[in-house]
């Protein structure tokens, strides 16, 4: 058999650890706790009106920049929410997704042999969408329990050849909302190294505590050399309807949405029209959407520790993690899917260099006969294991 050419970059690529608790799950019915989905299965309001524009609405090409009743809809969010002031025409656009948006930006902004400053654990998409593009990846690996930024990692990484930083706020795996002093520390060195922010905010209404989501678009010297990139399915649980927000000044837009155009061009309108409406809902929704999420991970951790697990707190997204000790998190994870039925991911997965390898990542975005499930079976592992 002849062995076709391809790309040495994706066609290197292992399978993923993920993608093998994932199958380990289906094949043992294992409670997952690996994958970041909700059980819950959406607004039905937010629903309702996206089936009611596939019957009553236009199924044909969109704008390739978005419907403006949701590009409107976009920048009056972000202004009641963030304080950020956006030209829906010139400054929004709608993506298929905040993975497309991220992959789209990272083609428009580098050059081959461009620098790209990476923040570890990331998700992991960012590492081979930069590589694809030919970016070269410098590392930021941020420590457990806190993730904290500080100066002498940036000062270590960043150089004239700096052209974007790939920055993750609040942070996948860690549930990390970085404080207004690490964003001013960040923005700094992105003036100083005349850097563009590339902004994975998805999460930016996934937040705990009273905490407030903190863009970096907004801190001094940032309005003209940020991408802010959001996602409505974070917002509504609903990660299945892959519409992303993109958002930055005028002349990067629009390199931004040619790369778009050659990538899906557009995404659904019923989608669309439904987002616009789900953006412009009371604040009690969103208030309520965190209230609800923050329930659901203090009853987990709770239950984590009732059972001697090491719980390091998350202040933001679908996500906690637990301090293993001393066994490695590959093994852990490995071990808990296929002996005690839960699936849970190990942070090492995230990392590209010094990985951290005693945490490990659950998802507590369900209902709590699902969380009561997984802790009935973390009891069967023992606390001396973990």
């Avoid at 990390?176 to 994975?200: E, G, K, M, S, W």
């Avoid at 995404?267 to 999420?293: C, I, M, W």
Wanted: aromatic share 10%; with cysteine; charged share 20%.
């Amino acid at each position: 058999m002849v062995q076709p050419r391809m790309n040495a970059i994706l066609s290197g690529m292992p399978t993923t650890i993920f993608e093998e608790m994932s199958r380990v799950a289906r094949e043992t019915d294992a409670v997952n706790l690996g994958q970041g989905f909700p059980d819950d299965p959406g607004p039905r309001d937010v629903r309702e009106r996206a089936a009611q524009a596939v019957i009553e609405g236009w199924n044909q090409y969109p704008p390739m920049l978005g419907l403006p009743v949701l590009r409107e809809a976009i920048a009056a969010h972000y202004k009641h929410w963030q304080g950020l002031d956006l030209d829906p025409a010139t400054e929004v656009m709608v993506t298929s997704g905040a993975t497309e948006a991220l992959a789209g930006a990272l083609m428009a902004l580098i050059e081959p042999g461009d620098e790209v400053v990476l923040f570890e654990p990331m998700y992991d998409a960012y590492l081979p969408l930069v590589r694809r593009a030919g970016g070269v990846p410098r590392f930021v690996t941020l420590q457990p329990p806190h993730f904290a930024i500080t100066e002498e990692a940036l000062a270590g990484v960043f150089s004239e050849k700096t052209k974007v930083v790939l920055f993750n706020n609040p942070l996948n795996p860690t549930g990390t909302v970085f404080p207004a002093a690490q964003l001013d520390l960040l923005a700094r060195y992105c003036v100083a190294f005349d850097a563009i922010a590339l902004c994975d905010e998805v999460w930016e209404h996934i937040v705990f505590d009273g905490l407030q989501h903190l863009p970096l678009i907004v801190r001094p010297g940032m309005r003209d050399r940020t991408v802010k990139i959001g996602s409505a399915g974070k917002i509504f649980s609903l990660t299945g309807w892959k519409v992303g927000f993109v958002c930055a000044q005028p002349e990067i837009l629009k390199v931004l949405a040619k790369a778009h155009q050659f990538l899906t061009f557009t995404t659904p309108p019923n989608l669309q029209e439904a987002v616009a409406y789900g953006l412009s809902k009371e604040d009690g929704f969103f208030h309520g959407l965190r209230r609800d999420l923050q329930r659901s991970r203090d009853f987990f951790t709770a239950g984590l520790e009732r059972l001697g697990y090491r719980v390091i707190p998350a202040q933001g997204t679908y996500f906690l993690n637990i301090d293993i000790g001393e066994e490695d998190d590959v093994a852990f994870c490995r071990r808990l899917v296929s002996e005690y039925g839960v699936a849970a991911i190990p942070v090492s997965a995230f990392y590209a260099e010094g990985a951290v390898r005693n945490v490990v990542r659950f998802c507590f975005a369900k209902r709590d006969a699902t969380l009561d499930a997984a802790l009935a079976r973390l009891q069967g592992l023992g606390v001396d294991a973990a």
